[in-house]
DNA sequence: GATGAATGAGGATTCATTCAT
DNA sequence: TATGAATGAATCCTCATTCAT
């Protein structure tokens, strides 16, 4: 027994020093940017030693990395389901409100993923994973755009589908940006029009006029 | 003669080093983002000695602020003239024109304003820098709101400039990402797209159902 | 008890690199003067990287702060009961061999001190350090003086406390730079006769003639 | 005429330059010292370009060891006769006016001589000068003690001379740092008395109890 | 595993000195 | 000669990373 408890009990400590490393990065992260942030500063936050910060990873580049993975995987697990072909058929509308509304929550919970998203200062490899995210979600939404409108080229396709990950990153920021509340709230919505209005001349149905507020 | 000419020379060099040091410093504040670049980075990029760099600014930050500005006064006098009350008259769609062509234009030739924009890395002075010029183009953005919608509350009125000014930068960032050519006039086109279908709806005027494409 | 000894041993071992860090400091003090030395001069002379230096202390100010204030405290510890009642009563001759002896054993053991002291290049708050030790002294003699001529008005009193000092100063520098030995005893005396005849007078006995030699 | 002329006039002007520029090093160097004083700083205070500073001089320690030198011929020349026969034969506290007055006066036209002297900071050659100049003020004290006493060893002389020296710089120091006035010259009258005190045992003559004050 | 002291290369900045004008 | 811009080595100091305990 003990050669297997003692072992997986020293990874599940493993995993919650690595937790707790990922979640002081990840606020650090947030309020210094990658590039001013130091390992001592991470550790710190973690309550833990430099030392033994890189007993769990390589180098600060390893963190970030892994930091975007995981939350990659959350964001995943959590709300990948938004994309099934039963959702597919809603009307735009309701395909917004399914599909962004656990974007929004998540990045609420996990505002690092944003920071680490578009940092202008994430050197090399973080980079990469962030395009092969980037990517990934691209594709969901030409997905829908395709189930849409499906007559429309693939460039065209493409286009719509990076200006709409484009403004959905930007409403993302504001939104986040907004203290909780009535603001935050008139914030999605405020998004979601765009998106709605930007979008829905592919579905063909006439947009039934709404006044602006 | 000569007491004039030469000082007038030597002032004549002091200002293309100083053009050709931000120039560089524009460079690598692009490529890394203004944390990472370090000030020998910069003299080194201008083919430069760290000490000739001190001798035209005190100080990595001074470097930002003075590019910063002056890619401000290069933005007002360039096209500082599109909000005019002419101009405030024209239908939307034109209105958009005469005043995201310039702006993208001016961005398209000036990469680093949107790096030290949304710079998520930048630190104290330079911040508050960016943030009046960000109030200052929110302002003009939220007239122009008031003009064609009148009636809308401050709330409803800053809520839609904040979102219009944002998709804004996203469609930047996308316009900018994409090689010049054909390929970033689409997407310039398609950021048009995106705030006449946002906005046309404050302007009473139906929206003569432009197709996707 | 390891939750005690590790923390004690560590504790030792950062008294033990602060001490080496300030005997080191205080050597290239002593050689090349507290503006000339460098911060990795010191660490050098300390056998120690830079880093390490400024583990322990923030900045080269700190260091000659922190090694003012442990000489001042040493200085006060071994030598302070020097102005005791008791010895105020003494005649003038024992009086200096009692005040005199412990302050010139303690700069020969401790040379930095006078470099601290008259250094005409420290700048800002390790000269504030230093006129408050310097004051505090001028307060002991004058009190001795005091108790010697009490008829003497203030400005009489502080002139000659200040003369003292000031021969004393030069003699230490004398005795500081014979070889140890008797030449050195020799300085040593010599100041004590300076001292002895410029402050006999004060105390109404007549100076029983003593031939120089 | 003008093979003669022009060239007078450019050593002339060039005599006037270096002037200015050891005038300037003067006042920085005492205000600063050696070593915390730029080249740049002299230049500066001398109004002159840096270029310029080095037309004169190959080096900063160039400059403090030709500021010394012409301190020390100006000095020999304004007070070298205080050691003539003549005066020589005068009683000590008479002595004691001839010798001492003009070198504090000197001392007071020129602070910086006593700043180079005792510096701390002056690194390699200019310490030598000092010593050599040292060396010749010691002798000097040496030959009026050798007439005093002319029965002490070398080593007693030599002593002594030492002594009054030391306790003549000490004094010196004070004597600058008191505002010019009353209290100067209080100084310097105590000066005096400490010299007086410590040197007239070797006349043989009594020393008419001088009071305190 | 954990600790935190130690390392040393690197970054910002200065300054003695040189050089084109 | 005078100028002041240019240089680059040297400072002070930081921080990613390693290592003895």
């Known amino acids: 027994m003990s050669e297997e408890t003692k072992p997986r009990r020293r990874q599940a400590r493993g995993e919650r ?3 707790q ?5 990840a606020n650090v992260f947030c309020a210094y940017g990658y590039t001013a942030t130091s390992t001592n500063a991470i550790a710190r936050e973690a309550s833990v030693s430099p030392g033994t910060l890189y007993q769990y990873f390589p180098n600060k580049e390893a963190i970030a990395i892994e930091l975007g993975e995981r939350l990659l995987n959350e964001m995943r697990e959590a709300h990948g ?3 099934t072909p039963a959702n597919l058929g809603l009307p735009l509308p309701e395909l917004l409100d399914v599909v962004v509304d656990p974007m929004i929550a998540f990045n609420c919970e996990h505002p690092v993923f944003l920071a680490l998203m578009h940092g ?3 050197p090399g490899r973080i980079a990469e994973e962030h395009d092969a995210l980037h990517a990934n979600l ?3 939404v030409q997905e829908v755009i395709a189930h849409y409108a499906p007559e429309l080229s693939v460039e065209d396709r ?5 200006m ?3 403004i959905f990153k930007g409403g993302l920021q504001l939104i986040l940006a907004a203290p909780e ?3 935050r709230d008139a914030a999605i919505t405020e998004l979601k029009t765009v998106l709605l209005r930007y979008l829905s001349p592919l579905t063909g149905e006439p947009l039934t006029t709404l006044p602006n507020r």
């Open 164 to 166: 709409t990950f484009a």
């Open 138 to 140: 691209l594709n969901r």
């Open 158 to 162: 493409t286009r719509i589908a990076d």
């Open 120 to 122: 202008s200062d994430v």
């Open 181 to 183: 509340g009535a603001e």
């Open 21 to 25: 490393l990922l979640q002081a990065a």
């Open 17 to 19: 020093r690595i937790a």
């Open 81 to 83: 389901q938004a994309f």
